[in-house]
């Protein structure tokens, strides 16, 4: 056995692995399927994020580009400063939607991520518990 070593504890033979308990080895299973769980929920949510801020980046372009279609249509100094009244309206609406739809997205992914990564946890645990008693 080697040194430091509890008795009991089963050691792998192979010559690159010679120091690292089985019971080790055996959590890799769990937490490599967990890690890739979690990865899958980041990387699903960042896609509907991304999707979500292109679609409001498209929208607020398109305000910009009415706003300055409809300054070139102004005659008057009051048609200038309703335009721009109504497009700084439109943006402080829009902008504050967006964010309350960004937290709601941002909160999901987060909540989807700590769900899998407490599921990786345990597995991991239930695991090391199960190859620790056999």
């Excluded at 299973?29 to 890739?36: H, I, Q, T």
């Excluded at 964010?99 to 999901?108: D, F, I, Q």
Aim: aromatic share 10%; hydrophobic share 45%; charged share 20%.
């Amino acid at each position: 056995m080697p040194e430091g070593t509890r008795p009991g504890l089963d050691w792998t033979t192979d010559l690159h692995m010679s120091r690292v308990p089985v019971w080790a080895l055996s959590m890799w299973g769990p937490l490599l399927v967990g890690a890739f769980s979690l990865l899958a929920q980041v990387h699903q949510g960042s896609g509907i994020i991304a999707n979500e801020c292109e679609n409001f980046v498209s929208g607020r372009l398109r305000e910009d580009f009415a706003l300055m279609q409809r300054i070139a249509h102004s005659r008057t100094p009051d048609q200038h400063w309703a335009a721009y009244a109504d497009f700084w309206q439109k943006a402080v609406e829009d902008y504050a939607k967006e964010y309350m739809v960004m937290g709601r997205l941002v909160a999901g992914v987060t909540t989807k991520s700590v769900a899998a990564a407490q599921s990786t946890a345990e597995k991991a645990s239930a695991a090391f518990r199960a190859s620790s008693i056999g």
